[in-house]
């Protein structure tokens, strides 16, 4: 395939830079050559958007400073950390990363594409926005935003997630990095996608490329780079149980790996065919944890909606007076009082179950679990 106009080659950069260092957002991670904040920043904001990733990240380095601080610290408290911020197997493959740079490179982050790429979780993106902004060295980088861009500039037509068109698109994207500004260079672009080149109504006007823009020139800008067709979006009901137990509530910790792996959840699935979400509560507090559950009591519903599907939880409290809970299908089983349910990683779905239980105070919890039990103490 072609690479890029020559025209483009020679001007852009240039053009760019200049709009980077007049326009650029002053956003905490700008703030620093630190390759473990970077390389955060990075893995925090695949998939989320800026405004909400930044409270995590100060939130993550208050309590993890430095990489060797986040390879200390147990997967627990990592989660715990990164509680609502979704895409849990990000924060697991940090957390085993770090452990890896300190075992085999001294607590130091690799300066190698091959290095860096062997770790978990760094894929050919993160380990060139690492490579680029923390040590300047000329790594190209290709998310959403930098593929949309040079779909526009090279005027690309079909699908950009093909192979051959993603083998062009790298291919670009190293041509046109200008000789020792590879880290303002590669965040210009990305900035460019952020603010100007965006998908719906790009800001064309205000862009420093325009005039050297494909897609601008020909009238094509709201077309590119064509977007593939989205099937529906599976929904599912999901039963949770909040079994009771002596003022204790009963959690467990998922598999490690998986959605959500390693957060702590009540226990509950999806239910099956036309069963009953009482049933569904039931069987499924059986299945994962080896409890008969009794009388079943709806707290509340709510909504959440991931990646790929949306789930609505039911929520029902009740007790299960005989018997001792067993990690049958999770990894691990504890009773926890309500007020202590804030020291565990739950998923963002799980918030508004927690505040029905804990939010209207300390007795709030207790009155509930005393209904379920028709009024007698466990």
Request: hydrophobic share 40%; proline share 8%.
């Given at each position: ?5 020559t025209?483009l ?7 760019l ?18 390759p ?11 998939q989320?958007?800026?405004d909400?990733v ?7 380095l208050?309590?993890?400073p ?23 197997a990000?924060?697991?493959?940090l ?12 607590g ?20 060139g ?5 923390a ?14 861009v ?17 083998r062009?698109?790298?291919r ?19 900035e ?10 790009p800001?064309?006007?205000?862009c420093?490329?325009a ?13 590119l780079?064509?977007?593939?067709r ?11 149980g909040l ?18 792996g390693?957060?702590?959840e009540f ?24 409890l ?6 709806p707290l509340?519903?709510c909504k ?6 949306r789930v609505?939880?039911h ?15 999770c ?6 009082r ?6 565990y ?17 300390p ?5 509930r679990?005393?209904r379920c ?6």
């Amino acid at each position: 395939m072609p690479g890029p106009d020559t025209a483009l080659v020679r001007e852009l950069p240039s053009r760019l830079l200049a709009w980077y260092s007049r326009e650029r957002r002053d956003l905490p991670w700008r703030r620093t050559r630190d390759p473990y904040r970077i390389w955060l920043a990075e893995v925090m904001l695949q998939q989320t958007r800026v405004d909400t990733v930044i409270p995590y990240y100060r939130r993550f380095l208050s309590r993890f400073p430095t990489l060797t601080a986040l390879a200390a610290a147990p997967l627990d408290d990592v989660l715990e950390r990164w509680a609502g911020l979704g895409y849990y197997a990000r924060a697991r493959n940090l957390h085993a990363a770090a452990r890896r740079v300190v075992s085999e490179h001294g607590g130091r982050v690799p300066r190698s594409a091959e290095e860096l790429r062997a770790l978990p979780g760094v894929g050919r993106y993160t380990a060139g926005a690492v490579l680029s902004i923390a040590f300047n060295i000329s790594a190209p980088v290709l998310d959403g935003n930098v593929t949309r861009v040079l779909a526009r500039w090279l005027r690309l037509r079909g699908n950009v997630r093909a192979p051959a068109t993603q083998r062009r698109l790298w291919r670009v994207a190293q041509e046109l990095i200008p000789n020792g500004r590879a880290g303002e260079f590669n965040q210009a672009v990305m900035e460019l996608g952020a603010l100007v080149c965006t998908p719906a109504r790009p800001r064309c006007p205000l862009c420093p490329a325009a005039r050297l823009c494909g897609a601008f020139l020909h009238g094509e800008q709201e077309e590119l780079p064509t977007k593939a067709r989205r099937g529906p979006v599976p929904h599912f009901d999901v039963g949770v149980g909040l079994v009771w137990r002596r003022g204790r509530l009963l959690i467990a910790r998922r598999p490690p790996t998986g959605l959500l792996g390693g957060l702590w959840e009540f226990p509950g699935g999806k239910r099956e065919g036309g069963e009953a979400l009482e049933e569904t509560v039931r069987r499924e507090v059986k299945e994962e944890v080896g409890l008969d559950t009794g009388r079943l009591a709806p707290l509340v519903t709510c909504k959440h909606a991931y990646s790929h599907f949306r789930v609505t939880l039911h929520a029902f409290e009740c007790r299960a007076p005989r018997g001792r809970a067993r990690p049958l299908a999770c990894e691990a089983v504890r009773w926890v009082r309500p007020a202590d349910l804030s020291a565990y990683a739950f998923p963002a779905g799980s918030r508004e179950i927690i505040r029905r239980i804990c939010g209207d105070g300390p007795a709030a919890g207790r009155t509930r679990h005393d209904r379920c039990q028709g009024g007698r103490r466990a």
